[in-house]
């Protein structure tokens, strides 16, 4: 068995919309609480101050906020915003002084929304944010939450804050707490759909997603977000249809063009999900999932160079550690198709290392040493692999390969013995247990196992039972049952064990017809085209045809002709069925398949087959067409072969008189 290389999407396949840089860390989306614009147009100063804190020129704004609570010092709004600016900037006295005022001056514009304590604390979270202490942040949103349950945007921040920390099910408690409060917050539902999906209840992402973009249509990452659970539930389709229409709103959402990629590249489009990969590449250089798949891509096209310099790239910008395990197995494989054998096993050494009890890694190492001829090392590797994942039947199977390159056939016999005991099926490995047990000349235990992967259509075990059947190695002598497997193997895909089985079967005919076999020889062939005409017979082997059965066999002469019906009638008539030879005569004769494409020369093949095996059947419709075509009433189309038909026929039929000479 060859090399059983297995390329990793692993994570690939998972694409979080919600990352830490357009989420929970991004200014965007948690800012302190809230700012407010005044309502009278003529204060300048208020709304410079809001523009300056928008591009994050904290100074400057407060400053503005400053100089417009002294030009109006009952401007309510305007000590509101400096405390926000205030809070953002670390001075929490001096937030909490300015809120007081901004309560005092104005109980029903602040405190009817906010409580200042708990605007305190959900700034104070927002200052530990922005310096990446989460738990701290999360603490003070709690904080703000007891002080106010009904703060909207402190639950908000929470549940972004569990995503991020990745602890799913308190971040759904949190966004339906903000919901219940701001029942038309697109953004929420956002999250809610992010938490239900990290929960791996992909029914409620769905529906909150669906809400989301109910209430904010334009909003590309709802789409994307869609988009990434139809690739979740395996509807390509709608993946691909959800991710362009994300792009259209938002050209540069790297996470779409991914998630596109993605989707094309399980639908089997290759070149269009590279393009797509590229894009996320471009917009998103951190996103190393994009050149795995992309790697894999190049893999299955046979471009094993490009799949390990892309793979090689992204192991040099220090992917997340489960994808850079899979970029080494993978870039182990890419090594091993180069003939780079030694890297390759440096790169799944690097996988074990971080991951010893990783079966598989162990299996391709081991497959790398066998191309080494390392057998003491790949026989280690398997027995690993295998005392991994005892349920494994190709561990074993390749640990038996391995001691038997190492002339351990005790110990290998014991791997195939295993191997098809957890997979009886597994007719390669049978075949193998088979042909070791009959090199150690222990025939009667060969058989068995041969005959099992026989039975399962393994071509090598067919042509090898046959052999045995025929020359009594091993076994009782039995051409009949020799002559089945042949046929069987006649009928395999593959060309050169279908000829194999037709040139053993043309060879006893040619005996038969030839009168070279004893009677005892003739009468065993005899009986063992008879197998094979009951073989053909039988319901599985016999095409679906409109005729009438009679007694088991088709009523001849209502025959409709086509193409499933010709290849069985053919087979019959090399199993020396007289109907079948008789039927192939008369619809040659008349022509019956001229119009269905090849058909008509199939049939001719068959009696140029037949009549250079001596069949005295197909040389008698040779003649026949032989004399119509010197009498005119046939044209003299050329067909290779019949020069040795004909040789067949006077060999076999010396009384057939041939008047005219095909070319």
């Known amino acids: 068995m060859g090399p059983s290389w297995t390329l990793g999407l692993a994570a690939a396949m998972v694409c979080c919309l919600f990352t830490v840089g357009e989420g929970v860390a991004g200014e965007k989306e948690f800012e302190p609480l809230p700012l407010m614009t005044g309502e009278d147009a003529a204060d300048a100063h208020l709304r410079l101050g809001v523009d300056f804190y928008l591009i994050d020129e904290l100074d400057v704004a407060v400053r503005e906020f400053r100089e417009a609570v002294r030009q109006r010092p009952g401007f309510a709004e305007a000590y509101h915003n400096l405390g926000v600016g205030l809070a953002r900037m670390g001075d929490l006295s001096g937030a909490i002084t300015a809120w007081e005022q901004a309560e005092r001056l104005a109980p029903d514009v602040v405190s009817t929304r906010y409580r200042t304590a708990a605007l305190v604390a959900f700034n104070f979270g927002i200052a530990r944010l922005h310096e990446k202490h989460l738990s701290e942040a999360l603490d ?12 909207v945007e402190a639950h908000y921040a929470l549940g972004y804050g569990y995503l991020t920390a990745g602890n799913p099910l308190p971040a759904v408690t949190h966004f339906r707490h903000a919901l219940y409060w701001a029942p038309a917050w697109a953004k929420a539902y956002e999250g809610l ?23 904010d249509p334009l909003e590309p990452r709802v789409s994307a977000n869609l988009g990434l659970l139809s690739l979740q539930e395996g509807n390509f389709q709608l993946a691909i249809d959800y991710s362009r229409q994300a792009l259209e709103r938002e050209p540069t959402l790297a996470s779409a063009h991914f998630n596109l990629g993605l989707a094309l590249f399980r639908t089997g489009e290759d070149e269009a999900s590279l393009k797509s990969f590229q894009n996320a590449w471009s917009l998103d250089p951190s996103l190393t999932s994009a050149l795995l798949v992309m790697g894999i891509v190049k893999s299955r096209q046979g471009e094993w ?3 390990a310099s892309l793979w090689r790239t992204a192991l040099q910008k220090s992917p997340a550690d489960s994808e850079r395990m899979w970029l080494h197995f993978n870039y182990g494989v890419a090594l091993h ?10 790169e799944f050494h690097q996988v074990l290392q971080k991951q010893p009890d990783w079966a598989p890694g162990w299996m391709q190492l081991g497959q ?57 099926t597994f007719w390669e490995g049978q ?3 088979g042909v070791l047990l009959r090199a150690r000349n222990r025939l009667g235990e060969a058989v068995e196992p041969l005959r099992r992967a026989a039975e399962g259509g393994f071509r090598q075990a067919q042509g090898l039972l046959a052999s045995m059947y025929a020359n009594g190695s091993g076994v009782d002598r039995n051409l009949p049952l020799a002559m089945l497997w042949w046929f069987r193997l006649g009928s395999a895909e593959d060309e050169v064990d279908r000829v194999s089985g037709g040139q053993e079967l043309s060879r006893l005919r040619g005996d038969l017809h030839g009168q070279r076999l004893s009677v005892a020889e003739r009468q065993a062939v005899l009986a063992g085209f008879d197998v094979i005409r009951q073989e053909l017979m039988s319901s599985d082997a016999r095409p679906v045809f409109s005729t009438v059965l009679m007694n088991g066999a088709p009523h001849w002469q209502s025959l409709q002709p086509s193409v499933p019906v010709l290849s069985w009638v053919i087979q019959l008539a090399l199993a020396l069925d007289g109907p079948a030879q008789d039927t192939l005569a008369r619809w040659y004769e008349e022509g019956a398949f001229r119009e269905v494409g090849q058909a008509h020369q199939r049939i001719e093949a068959y009696f140029l ?10 040389c008698q419709i040779i003649q026949r067409v032989a004399q119509k075509e010197s009498a005119g009433e046939r044209g003299a189309d050329s067909s290779a072969g019949w020069g040795a038909a004909w040789r067949g026929c006077r060999i076999a039929s010396p009384s057939l008189q041939f008047t005219h000479k095909r070319p």
């Open 193 to 215: 759909g992010q938490a239900y999906y990290d929960s791996h209840d992909y029914g409620s992402a769905r529906e909150a997603w669906l809400r989301a973009g109910e209430l």
């Open 337 to 346: 198709m180069m003939g780079e054998t030694q890297g390759a096993i440096r």
């Open 305 to 307: 160079a490009s799949a």
């Open 140 to 151: 003070q949103w709690q904080e703000a939450i007891r002080w106010q349950p009904n703060l």
């Open 609 to 618: 087959q037949a009549g250079k095996e001596g069949n005295p059947h197909s």
């Open 368 to 424: 790398t040493f066998m191309g080494l001829h390392q057998w003491g090392q790949a026989a280690h590797a398997f027995e690993q692999a295998a005392a991994l994942y005892p349920r494994s039947a190709s561990f074993y199977y390749a640990l038996g390969q391995a001691r038997l390159q190492q002339h351990r056939f005790e110990e290998a016999g014991q791997a195939f013995r295993q191997a098809v005991k957890l997979e009886p």
């Open 431 to 433: 075949y193998q247990l």
